[in-house]
């Protein structure tokens, strides 16, 4: 069973790719057609949100998130409703999701819309029994049983991620050694691996869900972390 954790990057998607309960044949790819590449893997783990509300109320994926992730809660971001992610322009979405959720959008929202809007078609053609929603600081933080609050873009946090991957044994160290670079960052990469950690979960039946008892969608579609 092939799997894969899914990362956003600039110039596309980073994905880390092992058969499942062999985290040490995982390898790095860089992503640009992400439709052809889900046609060719059994279960993909991305770090995009699955599942828009209409409002009033927001999704209750991000409090269950947060819940776990004391101290560090500002990474989690703020998830549109259905009707913003449709608008073009930043003013025009911001405004929209106000009027349905009461609240505007961060700019850093809005700028991953395309990549939402990508996921978003794509879950809904081939369901979630092949593409589910992760965070990769909720997958971090069960490998560590606590939040892990150094910085990920920072060279100790790269180290205690690393150490937390290869105690699973993946091969955090190697992966990082073939980023491209100018694609993808070194967090990418590890953001990537946890992801693939809890696909790999995910597939033996192991794995936690935010928040534990789910919601659905207008379209139908799930709206939970998988960790």
């Not at 069973?1 to 990362?7: E, F, K, N, P, W």
């Not at 809660?73 to 073009?88: D, G, I, N, Q």
């Amino acid at each position: 069973m092939r799997l894969a954790g899914i990362d956003g990057c600039k110039s596309g998607w980073v994905a880390v790719v092992a058969e499942a309960g062999i985290p040490a044949s995982a390898r790095l790819a860089h992503v640009t057609d992400l439709a052809t590449f889900l046609a060719e893997t059994d279960f993909v783990v991305i770090d995009m949100p699955v599942g828009f509300v209409p409002g009033p109320a927001s999704r209750d994926v991000e409090p269950a998130m947060r819940a776990v992730l004391k101290g560090k809660t500002s990474s989690v971001f703020p998830t549109p409703c259905r009707m913003a992610l449709s608008e073009p322009t930043f003013p025009d979405a911001s405004f929209v999701n106000e009027q349905a959720l009461g609240k505007r959008l961060p700019k850093q929202t809005f700028m991953l819309f395309p990549k939402m809007r990508e996921v978003d078609a794509l879950v809904r053609n081939l369901g979630q029994a092949r593409l589910r929603e992760g965070h990769p600081e909720v997958s971090f933080a069960r490998m560590a049983g606590a939040p892990v609050l150094s910085r990920k873009r920072e060279t100790q946090g790269q180290e205690d991620r690393v150490g937390l991957l290869e105690k699973r044994g993946l091969p955090a160290r190697a992966l990082l050694g073939a980023l491209v670079r100018g694609r993808m960052a070194a967090d990418d990469v590890l953001d990537a691996a946890a992801l693939w950690w809890s696909a790999d979960r995910f597939a033996r039946g192991a794995h936690e869900t935010f928040p534990p008892v789910p919601s659905r969608d207008a379209v139908g579609l799930e709206m939970s972390v998988i960790a």
